[in-house]
């Protein structure tokens, strides 16, 4: 499922640019393969918005403060504090519970066990506290669920839900949170760079097979660029 993609390393002289271009290129890729939510079956749509919720409910918060743990940038930590400080004073996960039970889609624990292993490798990913990784692998994930938004509403709205404030705030602020955390990995990288041999891409490939887990079913199958 995974691919190794190529890395170029945020090191002198590169360009933060096109690291940014790159990210948003295996967004849109991901996309573009999203099944049309008519072709569907209901169950393979229960499935989707059960898994997602699954991986997002009680993560998201979770994942956005390893990162904050693992940055040594104030004015990174400024920007993941911005983040933060959204999720929980407009509780973020409420929106999401409120949008999957209007769709009954309320994860089972296969549900949460279909996202199990791909979950635990990200959880581990993080525990290493590489802070320039970790804040590129919130970019890539931010700039992907709001470019979701719509497919995940569609799933909702064919289950017979009308309850889309989740999907319809996610689908806006999360423009501005991508651009900060791309900043971030920047000034991150300013005072707490990545050595030459790792991977600057490893928890931003994790996270795509978190995601494509999500979306796996012989029907929805996406595959990695
Ligand atoms: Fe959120």
């Not at 279909?114 to 692998?137: E, I, N, Y």
């Not at 600057?200 to 097979?209: A, P, Q, S, Y």
Request: proline share 4%; net charge negative; charged share 20%.
């Amino acid at each position: 499922m995974s691919t190794t993609l190529l890395s170029p390393q945020l090191q002198e002289g590169s360009d933060g640019a096109s690291i940014q271009q790159q990210i948003t290129s295996m967004i849109d890729d991901l996309i573009a393969q999203l099944p049309n939510p008519e072709q569907l079956t209901d169950e393979e749509r229960r499935r989707i918005l059960a898994r997602y919720t699954a991986v997002l409910e009680g993560n998201f918060i979770y994942w956005m403060t390893a990162t904050y743990l693992a940055t040594h940038s104030e004015e990174a930590r400024a920007i993941l504090i911005d983040n933060l400080m959204e999720e929980v004073r407009d509780s973020h996960p409420v929106m999401l519970r409120k949008f999957t039970m209007e769709a009954h889609a309320f994860p089972s624990s296969e549900d949460v066990l279909a996202v199990h292993d791909t979950m635990t490798k990200m959880r581990l990913f993080l525990g290493k506290l590489q802070g320039v990784q970790s804040l590129l692998t919130m970019a890539f994930f931010e700039g992907l669920i709001q470019k979701f938004m719509p497919f995940l509403a569609a799933l909702a709205a064919a289950r017979g839900s009308a309850e889309m404030e989740y999907t319809d705030v996610h689908g806006v602020c999360d423009i501005a949170h991508s651009e900060g955390l791309f900043r971030a990995v920047s000034l991150e990288n300013s005072i707490n760079p990545i050595s030459a041999d790792a991977n600057l891409f490893e928890g931003v490939e994790i996270l795509r097979d978190v995601f494509l887990s999500v979306m796996q079913s012989p029907e929805t199958e996406l595959v990695a660029a």
